[in-house]
């Protein structure tokens, strides 16, 4: 049984710096890919980063280039997503997202297995 166990998120305001991480449990290959997505009211989940666990590929979506960083937690089956220069556009829910094994970063959320509760990021003007 995998579950995601997600921390972080709040309220900030823009151009300040928050950060979010997700923690796996039954999920140890280095196959497996961990992703954050976010999504905001009526729309479709969107994948903004993620990586397999091996730490290659990555995937960064252009809305958040250098801005946000995904790096893998220390020994440990985990991610965390450092999201800087916030800006009121990036307001969302943030869900973490794994499945066991893939050759690249899945884009499509029905492509992912595993989810987590998700956690409110709200970024103020």
């Known amino acids: 049984q995998v579950q995601l166990v997600e921390s972080g998120g709040g309220l900030v305001q823009a151009g300040d710096s928050l950060s979010v991480s997700c923690a796996a449990s039954?999920?140890?290959?280095?196959?497996?890919?961990m992703a954050w997505f976010r999504q905001a009211p009526g729309k479709e989940r969107e994948l903004i980063a993620g990586?397999?666990?091996?730490?290659?590929?990555?995937y960064l979506a252009d809305s958040v280039k250098g801005r946000f960083i995904l790096s893998r937690g220390n020994g440990e089956t985990a991610i965390c997503l450092q999201m800087n220069s916030l800006k009121p556009e990036d307001t969302d829910v943030y869900y973490c997202a794994a499945r066991r094994t893939a050759s690249g970063v899945p884009i499509r959320a029905d492509q992912y297995t595993y989810w987590g509760q998700g956690t409110q990021v709200t970024v103020s003007t």
């Open positions: 990586l397999r666990m091996s730490g290659s590929p990555t």
């Open positions: 039954g999920l140890t290959s280095d196959y497996a890919i």
